[in-house]
T-cell receptor
Framework: AQTVTQSQPEMSVQEAETVTLSCTYD???????LFWYKQPPSRQMILVIR??????QNATENRFSVNFQKAAKSFSLKISDSQLGDTAMYFC????????????FGKGTRLSVIA | GAVVSQHPSRVICKSGTSVKIECRSL??????MFWYRQFPKQSLMLMAT?????????EQGVEKDKFLINHASLTLSTLTVTSAHPEDSSFYIC???????????????FGPGTRLTVL
């Protein structure tokens, strides 16, 4: 079975600064996806960024980037130029590539961006 | 991205009654839908995986007779909480995925959630 670990229950960052959220996972699979989801107070799950395990290049989406270390099974999220609207719960998630498999979520990190 | 709706967004019911929650994919055919439960300040817990036209697969510890899931069409799945009790109060979220043969990126699209309160 796969597990996803987020070791930082809460974090805070000053507006315009950079913050990194940690995520590690455990799997015996070789083909999989990794995701970061944002859940703001509205509780709507929003996809922030995704990474395909077979791609060595780290994914980037505007201010959001990941540091994917496959051998170490690490998948951290870096948020640059933090904005007040980034305040939310962030969930790291794993999904096997094959078949109709569900997402496996970490416990989440509550990020607060401070003005 | 694709849109998934849930109805109702909030529901309050009396203990012992049944509540039905609908999850619809509005602009794509969802061959698979997933139902999650989320307690306050916690992560999403997978309850069941639902494939169109077949019985749902429930996670260990989830009572299939209490949480009835139906996925009768490619755009609609329903979760019925039967004989609801206060401990069933929670936030229920569905997600939907298209046919992996035509949508190989396997992206899941989430509904906005339903807050259930059982008195």
């Amino acid at each position: 079975a796969q597990t996803v670990t987020q070791s930082q229950p809460e974090m805070s960052v000053q507006e315009a600064e950079t913050v990194t959220l940690s995520c590690t996972y455990d799997t015996s699979e070789n083909n999989y996806y990794l995701f970061w989801y944002k859940q703001p107070p509205s509780r709507q799950m929003i996809l922030v960024i995704r990474q395909e395990a077979y791609k060595q290049q780290n994914a980037t989406e505007n201010r959001f980037s990941v540091n994917f270390q496959k051998a170490a099974k690490s998948f951290s999220l870096k948020i640059s130029d933090s904005q007040l609207g980034d305040t939310a719960m962030y969930f790291c998630a794993f999904m096997k590539r094959a078949g109709n498999t569900p997402l496996v979520f970490g416990k989440g990190t509550r990020l607060s961006v401070i003005a | 991205g694709a849109v998934v709706s849930q109805h109702p967004s909030r529901v309050i019911c009396k203990s012992g009654t049944s509540v039905k929650i609908e999850c619809r994919s509005l602009d794509f055919q969802a061959t698979t839908m997933f139902w999650y439960r989320q307690f306050p300040k916690q992560s999403l817990m997978l309850m069941a995986t639902s494939n169109e036209g077949s019985k749902a697969t429930y996670e260990q510890g989830v009572e299939k007779d209490k949480f009835l899931i139906n996925h009768a069409s490619l755009t609609l799945s329903t979760l019925t909480v039967t004989s609801a009790h206060p401990e069933d109060s929670s936030f229920y979220i569905c997600s939907a995925r298209g046919d992996p043969r035509t949508q190989p990126d396997n992206e899941q699209f989430f509904g906005p959630g339903t807050r259930l309160t059982v008195l």
